[in-house]
């Protein structure tokens, strides 16, 4: 890597990084809302501290958290790009509403640096951005005249070429059929509610609230309804919405909690339903230390072994293997794998098959396998599986229960 940094630094600093530009991309886009102090308060707090309950514990995964894009703070705990996306969403937000509120137009410079950030991480975001970008551009301009409306469009101007370039990336057929097989469309319509109960049960409420104070005359209501209703439309890309519709119910839910408080009048009400709320919070920073899952610890004989690769294997070599070790070949030790995780491999189904055959199947011609797609190393835990003897398989390198084997299919 670059400066021989560790990927494990690296990525904890764009964790930090990417959530301390979230946190204030987040505050920023809340001060423009006309909103009392103490429902921005709680809208924020639940911004950065809302999280869906974990779903279930598995001895591999551990506690998993489904379609964790709608939670702030489930980003910053694992996914830092997503984090970055989700705060260049709303700092793009913030500039364009500043435009509206002052007419200067270096505004709009910005508002093209972080729409550009956020499409080239996620450009199907650019969907409820647009909307939000519409409502907020309806609800600050009593006049539209040709100039304030080329103005607005020229908040895209940064974007159009890496778009043109992703349409033309689009139209190729490996990158046709990897969208097939990532498609995130929801089972069913009530699963981005049932997956992200805390905050999404808090947020609708947050926005019915709204509706009886106000009817439909209220900007706020607008903002935060539509990235909700657009989550229900069945894209290819339906799940990543939530990146968009998160935010705005956390900030809708703000209105919640604090509604609460001035329903019963009591100002430990509001306090007291927080509390509660951080219990999945508490539960998911836990979970890995109650019951650690296999996928998220390695043991020192696979991290030797990873090392001993990454001296002794080059990058244009093909390593079969079971995962997780197939998932962290790549980035310990720099050479390919055949099958590895499911969202960087290309036909991921058909592989997983093969794979399986190729581990457990004993009339599974593995000779031809092999040599067909030119694998040249096979990694096998004993602990899991035994392989049948093969004379082109040679033993290479063992480290505890992981054996390396090499390929020499002329041997």
Same mark, same amino acid.
């Given at each position: 890597?670059?400066?021989?940094? =560790?990927?494990?630094?690296?990525? &904890?600093?764009?964790?930090?990084?990417?959530?301390?530009i979230?946190?204030?991309?987040g505050?920023?886009?809340?001060?423009?809302?006309? /909103?009392?102090?103490?429902?921005?308060?709680?809208? /924020?707090?639940?911004?950065?501290?809302?999280?869906?309950?974990?779903?279930?514990?598995?001895?591999?995964?551990?506690?998993?958290i489904? &379609?964790?894009?709608? +939670?702030?703070? #489930?980003?910053?705990?694992?996914?830092p790009?997503? #984090?970055? =996306?989700?705060?260049?969403?709303?700092? +793009?937000?913030?500039?364009?509403?500043?435009?509206?509120n002052t007419?200067?137009s270096?505004?709009?410079l910005?508002v093209?640096?972080a729409?550009?950030?956020?499409?080239?991480?996620?450009?199907?975001?650019?969907?409820?951005? =647009?909307?939000?970008?519409?409502?907020s551009?309806?609800?600050?301009?009593?006049?539209?005249?040709v100039?304030?409306?080329?103005?607005?469009? #020229? =908040?895209?101007?940064?974007?159009?070429p890496?778009?043109?370039?992703?349409v033309?990336?689009?139209?190729?057929?490996d990158?046709?059929?990897w969208?097939?097989?990532?498609?995130?469309?929801?089972?069913s319509?009530?699963?981005?509610?049932?997956?992200?109960?805390?905050?999404?049960?808090?947020?609708?409420?947050?926005?019915?609230?709204?509706?009886g104070?106000?009817?439909?005359?209220?900007?706020?209501?607008?903002?935060?309804?539509?990235?909700?209703?657009i989550?229900?439309?069945p894209?290819?890309?339906?799940?990543?919405?939530?990146?968009?519709?998160?935010?705005?119910?956390?900030?809708?839910?703000?209105?919640?909690?604090?509604?609460?408080? /001035?329903?019963?009048?009591?100002?430990?009400?509001?306090?007291v339903?927080f509390t509660?709320?951080?219990?999945p919070?508490?539960?998911?920073?836990l979970a890995?230390?109650?019951?650690?899952?296999?996928?998220?610890?390695?043991?020192?004989?696979?991290v030797?072994?990873?090392?001993?690769?990454?001296?002794?294997?080059?990058?244009e070599d093909?390593?079969?293997?079971?995962?997780?070790? #197939?998932?962290?070949?790549?980035?310990?030790?720099?050479?390919?794998?055949?099958?590895?995780?499911?969202?960087?491999?290309?036909?991921?189904?058909?592989?997983?098959?093969?794979?399986?055959?190729?581990?457990?199947?004993?009339?599974?011609?593995?000779?031809d396998?092999?040599?067909?797609?030119?694998?040249?190393?096979?990694?096998?835990?004993?602990?899991?599986?035994?392989?049948?003897? /093969?004379?082109?398989?040679?033993?290479?390198?063992?480290?505890?229960?992981?054996?390396?084997?090499?390929?020499?299919p002329?041997?």
């Open positions: 890597m670059l400066f021989k940094v =560790s990927l494990v630094f690296v990525y &904890h600093c764009a964790r930090v990084i990417s959530g301390m979230l946190i204030l991309a505050w920023l886009f809340f001060k423009t809302l006309n /909103l009392t102090h103490n429902q921005r308060k709680w809208g /924020l707090i639940l911004f950065c501290l809302g999280i869906q309950f974990p779903t279930y514990s598995h001895d591999y995964w551990g506690l998993a489904h &379609h964790p894009e709608a +939670s702030a703070f #489930a980003n910053i705990l694992v996914f790009h997503i #984090a970055f =996306s989700q705060a260049m969403f709303l700092l +793009s937000l913030y500039f364009f509403r500043m435009w509206l007419d200067k270096n505004y709009l910005w093209n640096f729409a550009l950030g956020m499409v080239i991480i996620h450009p199907f975001m650019l969907l409820p951005y =647009s909307l939000m970008i519409l409502v551009f309806f609800w600050r301009r009593s006049l539209f005249d100039k304030q409306l080329l103005l607005a469009a #020229a =908040s895209f101007v940064a974007c159009t890496y778009l043109i370039y992703f033309i990336l689009m139209t190729h057929p990158v046709q059929q969208q097939i097989q990532i498609n995130t469309t929801f089972k319509p009530l699963d981005p509610i049932y997956f992200n109960s805390t905050i999404m049960i808090m947020g609708i409420v947050g926005l019915c609230i709204i509706y104070t106000y009817r439909w005359r209220n900007e706020v209501l607008w903002l935060f309804s539509l990235p909700l209703l989550i229900f439309i894209f290819c890309f339906q799940e990543r919405l939530l990146e968009a519709a998160g935010p705005c119910l956390s900030f809708a839910g703000g209105i919640t909690i604090n509604s609460f408080g /001035l329903l019963h009048k009591k100002k430990c009400v509001a306090p339903i509660i709320l951080l219990i919070v508490f539960m998911v920073l890995t230390v109650v019951r650690p899952p296999a996928m998220s610890f390695m043991s020192e004989a696979e030797l072994m990873y090392e001993w690769m990454d001296r002794n294997l080059t990058q093909v390593v079969l293997a079971m995962l997780p070790y #197939a998932s962290r070949i790549p980035a310990k030790s720099g050479c390919r794998v055949w099958y590895g995780h499911h969202d960087q491999t290309f036909k991921v189904k058909e592989k997983r098959i093969l794979q399986e055959r190729f581990f457990t199947d004993t009339s599974f011609d593995r000779e396998f092999l040599t067909k797609w030119n694998i040249k190393y096979v990694l096998l835990d004993t602990s899991k599986v035994s392989l049948p003897s /093969l004379n082109s398989l040679v033993f290479l390198n063992k480290f505890d229960n992981l054996v390396l084997l090499k390929h020499e002329y041997r």
